[in-house]
Structure formats: structure tokens, C-alpha cells
């Protein structure tokens, strides 16, 4: 024990001697890890959120399948499915996408009741009346709109329809907010030009998480043209479009492990004469082998726990105190308005244990490895560098 | 008593089978006794370095066996050796060997390191040491900044710190004058008379015809001739 405090200490000692080179190795090292965990982090961020607003959401969406497409269903399904055991508040929803050649946008529109409740981060007011409405933050930037403006939006019929903005959602909830906008139902429904008794589906609160399917099924067993889609499988849903739009990530991920691997490798391949020399005298004035490995064990380990604890430390600043500036330019591939985000703080500790394990371990077997070659040839000949 | 060497027709190539292939030692019969004081003189590559470093477990024979304390070492995997030189064998190397760019007192401690004693005990100790050799008042300072006089007492000094029982000296006088020199044979004549063997390679008379010395081995082209 005293021995290893005591080549600790040596260690120590001996990393302050190499400033420059251990600095340099830190500084790469750090930059590496940050460029990765940065990736990881916003990743595993923005998962975490979609994710939250759709556990918030209803259990079951029911559509209704015509041909084997989407299509509109009767707002009088909802009242069959109300009188299931087991079943909550059962809501008509209508909503849609709307195209904008002016701006060239998709965005998403959806219609709200009245007075309802159900969007609380917002500035501004809800919509309260069918002139009115409510924008996300992407689509106000890209028209330029703020509360108090008007909107023009031009129908499938060529009608135009303008309504005046009510307000607008908060960053926060951008991933979830950003391309939409919201009417009353009512206002929807004439924009669409939708008939009475319809809507786009309907959602479906079950109380007991643990009926869903069997609630889905019965939805099914009395109403044979629908298509009931559970919480969990718009959940699966998410985590494969998260899981395809990662893979973009993931190749920047693997390229810097790469570049990191390069950087160990070179390492691996060459420790310095004059260290190969210092290890051939501490074994010829009788430190064993494993005393060496020790000793570099201790090194390695320091520097690549100080750079893995800087390079995550700099990611979190970089994630989720600057909203991952260096990132946004590869996130903004994925749609014409991806959001101005603030991403919300998390942490995925499995993530970050698998990248301090594919970081550490081909650093410190790189120190290692070679010196420990060093340290079981002849001292002689170690120490003439060889 | 601990410290018997016994050298059993060893042979040393260097670089074997190449063209540049040197016979530097050749069937060499050697048995240093506990507590014995032995010079190995002769001329400039005639093989000594390379004798003390076989006898000081710092490389191996091409052929032949070394002794020390009745165990062959020569045939040792390496794991084993970092032991028994660091209990047996303090050895004062003819290039040094010292890390230049720590201090002194830093490449006096680096023997201690493996052992038992603390930091405090380890530093107390050198500074016993180092102020034998007239050096306490460089303790701090790097090895690279001192003149070849004191680095060579930098290098007796860490190879004396750990107390071996054979004390291994390839040249200590190169770089002393002769008031060093004869400091430094009064300092060995003391540990010889504590029981220590002493094994010294020199060119130097006074360090060949000093009391201390028991026995004077010659050597020319690899073998012992006397
Ligand atoms: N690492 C080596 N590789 C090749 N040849 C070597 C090596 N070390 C020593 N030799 C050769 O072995 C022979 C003996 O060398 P050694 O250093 O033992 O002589 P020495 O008696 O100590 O000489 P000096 O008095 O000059 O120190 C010399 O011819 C030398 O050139
Ligand atoms: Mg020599």
C-alpha cells in the first residue's frame, strides 16, 4: 500500500516533468472526448424529451383505415369507445400538415378546444376565438411573425385564410412545438374544408397502463376499420427515427474514435528513447516490473481520467449551457426548421460509461503496453534505449 | 553470509550471428566470496562492463551460469530480477545512468521506492547520504545542471542509499579527484568491514593498490589472465 502511495506520488512527479507533452496529449484527448460526449449528450437529450411529451400524451391513438390508408374518422366512434371499461376521456383530434412554397416549410397544424388547457408553455395567449391562432418558434421566425401579426395561410381550395397570432410556444418545448400551429377546431375544420362529424383520430386515455392493448383490442373487435396504435408503438416508433437520425451522429462518432484510436496508436508505437532509457534504470537499481507498470498505470490513468472529466465537463457546457452551437449545423440536415433549442439537461450515465470505457482502456493499454515491453527486456539494453 | 557470487564459464556475444557479431566475454570462471573486495582491471574493451553487468543481473550470457547466493539467475524471467537486485546489488554504472532531468535528491530516492520505508524515512535517509558526498546543498537541484564530479557522486549515492550487500562500482573514479577518490574508497573500506563485497572495474592504481582491495583480477580480450 505504501509502496503504491509512494509510486503514485512518483508518478505524480513525472507527468509534471513532461509538461509540455502531457499537456498536449490532455488538451487532444479532452477535445476527442468532448466532440463525442457532446454528440452522445444532445442525442440522449433530445430522445429523453421527445419521449417525455409523448408519456404525456394519450395512451391510444385510434385511426380510421380506408384501403388500407389513413383517412377521416366518424367523431361518433368516440362514443363507442367511451363506453369501454376502463377507458378515460376519448378526444377527436384534427390536425394536418400544411405546406408553405413561400418559405418552402412543412409545418403541422392542429386544432384545440376552446379554453382548453392543454398547452402551457406558451407567451402570449391561447387562441380565443377561430381568428386567432398560435405558432411554434420555428414557423414565427421563418415568417417573420410575432403576437399581434397576422398569418396568411392559403387552403387546398386556393382560399386564402388569415387569422392573427395569439402567441407563440416557448424554446422549451421546441422539438416538440417548433413547426406547428395551432387553431381552434372550429377554424381548422373550415381551413381543411373538412365535413361536420368528422376528424383526423381520435385519442384515447386508459387508466389502468397495464389494459392498453387489451382496450386497443376491443377497439378493434368493434370497430374493424380502425387501427388503434398504442403508446408503446409510437414509442418504437420515435426511438427508430431517433435511431436513423443518430446514425448521422454516429458517423461523426466513429470517425473521431477513429481519429482518437490514430492518436493512442501512434503512442502505441512509440514511447520515447529517453523514456524507454528511464525505465531500463528504474529497473536496474531494482524496481520490479510491476512497480513500472504501476507507474504507468498511475500516469496513464491521470492523464486520461483528468482529459475524460474535462472533455465531459466541456460537452455539458457546450450541450446544454451554449445549445450545442458546433452541432447545430449537422442537426439542421434533418429538417428545413429544426429548432433555436435549449436542450434540455440529461444524462445518459450508461452512454457515458461506455465512452470513458472506449476512451480510457485503448489510451491507457497504449501507455502501457510498451512500457511494459520496456520494462521486461535486459536493463542494459533498456537503458541504452533499444 | 549473503553476497557469494559465483561467475561458471559464461560467454557473451553481442549482436550473434551478424556480421557486426562481438565475442566480448569468453569462458569466464569467477567465485567472489562474501564480504571479499575485488578489482577487475584491464584494458579499455577488454570486456569489464560487460562482466559486471552479467555479475549485477543486468544482462544475460549467451552461455554459462551466474551465482548469486547459489541461485542461477541467468536463466530468470525478468519479473524475478527487479527483487533480487534491489536487495543484493548496488551498482555504480560507468555511464551513470542517473535521470537527468530530476533532482538529486530524487534520483538518490529512486532505489527506496519499492521498499518499506515512508517518504519521510526515504528523504531522512538521503539526506544522511548526500551529505556524505558533500552534496546536501545541491539536493534540489537537476541532475543535468551539476559538473561530472558530482554526478558521479550522485550515482555512488544512489547506489549506496538501499543498503545492498554488494556493491557493484564500474569506474567510480572516473570523474573524482583524488581527494573524492579517497573519500569515497574510506567510505567502501567502511561497508567492506560491515561485510558488504565490493566488485570494482578501474584503470585507476590508487583504486587497484588501496588496502581495501583483497584480490586483483586481470583481464585482456574477454578472458581473465590472472
Ligand atoms: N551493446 C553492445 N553492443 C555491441 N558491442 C558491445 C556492446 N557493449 C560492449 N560491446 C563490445 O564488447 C567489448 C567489451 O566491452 P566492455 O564495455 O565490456 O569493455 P570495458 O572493458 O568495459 O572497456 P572500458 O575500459 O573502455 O570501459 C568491446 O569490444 C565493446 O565494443
Ligand atoms: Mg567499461
Known sequence: ?386 | MAGIIQVERISKYYNRNQPDEVRALSDIHLTIAAGEALVVNGASGCGKTTLLGLVGCMSRPTSGSVLVDGRDVSRLPERFLGDIRRRTFGFIFQQLNLIKSISVLENTLLPLYPGKLSMKEMKIRAEEILARFDLNTRAGEKVSRLSGGEQQRVAIARALIHQPQVIIADEPTAHLDSVLAAELLDILSGLNREGKTVLIATHDPFVSNHSLIDRVIRMRDGRIID
Open chain 1, 1 to 386: 500500500m505504501i509502496r503504491l502511495l509512494k509510486i503514485l506520488e512518483f508518478a505524480l512527479s513525472s507527468l509534471g516533468r513532461r509538461k509540455f507533452k502531457n499537456f498536449s496529449i490532455i488538451v487532444v484527448y479532452s477535445l476527442t472526448i468532448t466532440a463525442l460526449a457532446s454528440v452522445l449528450l444532445l442525442t440522449s437529450s433530445l430522445k429523453k424529451t421527445a419521449l417525455n411529451v409523448l408519456v404525456d400524451g394519450p395512451n391510444i391513438v385510434v385511426q380510421r383505415l380506408a384501403g388500407g390508408r389513413h383517412d377521416l374518422i366518424p367523431t361518433d366512434y368516440a362514443r363507442i369507445i367511451e363506453k369501454i371499461p376502463g377507458v378515460g376521456r376519448v378526444k377527436p383530434r384534427i390536425w394536418g400538415y400544411y405546406y408553405d412554397s413561400l418559405y418552402h416549410a412543412n409545418y403541422t397544424i392542429l386544432g384545440i378546444d376552446r379554453g382548453s388547457e392543454q398547452f402551457a408553455m406558451v407567451e402570449g395567449k391561447t387562441p380565443a376565438g377561430d381568428e386567432q391562432c398560435m405558432v411554434g418558434q420555428g414557423v414565427a421566425e421563418a415568417q417573420h411573425a410575432e403576437p399581434g401579426m397576422d398569418l396568411l395561410l392559403i387552403n387546398s381550395k386556393g382560399i386564402g385564410y388569415s387569422c392573427e397570432i395569439s402567441g407563440t410556444f416557448k424554446a422549451k418545448s421546441a422539438l416538440w412545438t417548433n413547426d406547428l400551429i395551432v387553431f381552434t377546431t372550429g377554424a381548422l375544420k373550415r381551413f381543411f374544408t373538412m365535413p361536420d362529424g368528422l376528424a383526423t383520430d381520435i385519442t384515447v386515455e386508459v387508466f389502468n397502463a397495464g389494459e392498453v392493448a387489451l382496450v386497443a383490442q376491443k377497439i378493434k373487435r368493434l370497430l374493424p376499420d380502425t387501427r388503434p396504435i398504442t403508446i408503446d408503438e409510437i414509442l418504437h416508433t420515435y426511438e427508430s427515427i431517433f435511431n436513423w437520425r443518430s446514425g448521422m451522429m454516429l458517423t461523426i462518432f466513429t470517425s473521431s474514435l477513429l481519429a482518437f484510436s490514430i492518436l493512442a496508436w501512434d503512442k502505441a508505437t512509440g514511447i520515447s528513447r529517453e523514456e524507454k532509457r528511464e525505465i531500463g534504470i528504474l529497473k536496474a537499481i531494482g524496481w520490479d516490473t510491476g512497480d513500472v507498470l504501476t507507474l504507468k498505470l498511475c500516469e496513464g490513468a491521470v492523464i486520461s481520467v483528468t482529459a475524460f472529466l474535462i472533455g465531459i465537463s466541456l460537452a455539458y457546457i457546450h450541450v446544454f449551457l451554449l445549445n450545442a452551437p458546433l452541432l447545430v449545423p449537422v442537426l439542421k440536415g434533418w429538417s428545413v426548421l429544426f429548432p433555436r433549442f435549449h436542450p434540455v439537461p440529461y444524462i445518459d450515465g450508461y452512454q457515458i460509461i461506455i465512452l470513458g470505457f472506449l476512451t480510457i482502456v485503448p489510451y491507457m493499454a497504449s501507455t502501457v503496453l510498451p512500457s511494459w515491453k520496456a520494462a521486461i527486456t535486459d536493463p542494459e539494453n533498456a537503458m541504452r534505449g533499444v
